[in-house]
């Protein structure tokens, strides 16, 4: 996001300065305190602004009474220690509705912001290439290989087969959360009984480490299970750090570099598909917005936020389960017209409504230039 956003602020006229920092740990890090600290002093800043939350500067903030501005473009936020959320200089934008409604509740100052796509850098990207041969399917991502299986080992049946009705219940819902809820107190304590009795340096797992483990599992079996069904029918590649051996069908890529590569798949792939990560509650991942904004195809599982702010059908297209991604996929692999026209649109949308431009002037409205 970083160069679309100062692209935006060069555009928008802002007066701003940068601070590049490589965090060793984004929650205790005293030489970057020391210099942060420092550089918010030598001058009258109206504000700080970081991609992703970063306590430290929450904290700092916090201390000489300066506003700070994060854009959350992760789901879940990986930080430990949630308390600086609170603080008073804070606002936070979530792409996602969901996730900012829930830390709405907790008492942050929690504002719900999409994320944008920088199409003009896309396509300066992909114009230079000639993309003669096209992909039927591809898939750009993780494959969410977890430690599930470890975690589970010591389990009793009960436990297992209670985390397993989570899973099951969870893959089968599209367009709905459930493991929070689905995650009991009871639950909890018995397998952290179990990890006492097993482990020699006193694990416990905490409530958020297991939601995250969960969604990350139920991810995982969709994608595995995506990519089998789709790569018996049609050519399939994955471009990913990962490898799954049964996925024998499937042409592993590896690795797509965000900057270069990517831009270049998402616009030679005929249907590109988006498989998202189930913490994401309503919001439109960055995956999605970035294949459009390629040009490119795309096909994802339902989220609110896609179906309220696209025209399904026109701008770009979803499965309401794996039987209809299937005949979906069949259907606009042989309907080019009607595929091309429908990339085309969403290219436009994203153009139209989903700008770095327009965004920064949201975050940065009220703030004097």
Not at 138 to 143: F, P, R
Not at 261 to 278: D, E, G, I, Y
């Amino acid at each position: 996001m970083n160069e679309g956003i100062v692209r935006a602020l060069n555009k928008l006229a802002y007066a701003y300065d940068t601070f590049f920092y490589q965090f060793a740990d984004w929650e205790k890090d005293d030489k970057f305190c020391e210099l942060f600290r420092k550089k918010l002093k030598s001058q009258a800043y109206r504000c700080v602004f970081s991609v992703n939350y970063a306590p430290l500067l929450s904290n700092i903030c916090e201390e000489l009474g300066v506003l700070y501005i994060s854009w959350v473009y992760d789901s879940p936020i990986h930080i430990r220690n949630m308390s600086s959320m609170t603080n008073s200089c804070n606002q936070i934008y979530f792409f996602d509705r969901g996730q900012a409604q829930v830390f709405e509740q907790q008492g942050v100052c929690a504002k719900h912001l999409p994320l944008a796509v920088d199409s003009e850098g896309w396509q300066k990207i992909t114009g230079k290439h000639q993309l003669t041969q096209k992909t039927d399917v591809s898939m750009v991502g993780q494959l969410y290989q977890t430690q599930y299986q470890y975690f589970t080992a010591p389990l009793d049946q009960y436990e297992k087969g209670y985390l397993e009705g989570i899973i099951n219940a969870q893959i089968k819902i599209y367009g709905g959360y459930l493991i929070p809820e689905l995650v009991t107190e009871k639950l909890l304590s018995s397998m952290n009984t179990i990890y006492k009795k097993v482990s020699s340096d006193g694990f416990q797992i905490q409530r958020r480490e297991l939601e995250y483990l969960l969604a990350q599992e139920v991810t995982g079996r969709e994608r595995y299970l995506a990519l089998a069904l789709l790569s018996k029918r049609f050519e399939v590649e994955l471009y990913s750090a990962d490898i799954d051996e049964r996925l024998k069908d499937v042409v592993f890529q590896g690795y797509a570099d965000y900057s270069s590569k990517m831009p270049q798949v998402f616009a030679k792939t005929k249907v590109n598909l988006n498989v998202s990560l189930k913490t994401i509650r309503t919001g439109i991942p960055l995956r999605v917005l970035d294949i459009m904004g390629c040009g490119g195809f795309v096909i994802s599982n339902y989220q609110e936020e896609i179906a309220e702010h696209f025209q399904i059908g026109q701008e770009c297209e979803i499965y309401e389960n794996l039987e209809d991604l299937v005949v979906k996929t069949e259907f606009y692999l042989h309907n080019e017209e009607l595929r091309n026209r429908i990339a085309m649109a969403g290219c436009e949308k994203v153009k139209r409504d989903f700008s770095f431009e327009d965004r920064i002037r949201q975050i940065l409205g009220g703030e004097s230039r």
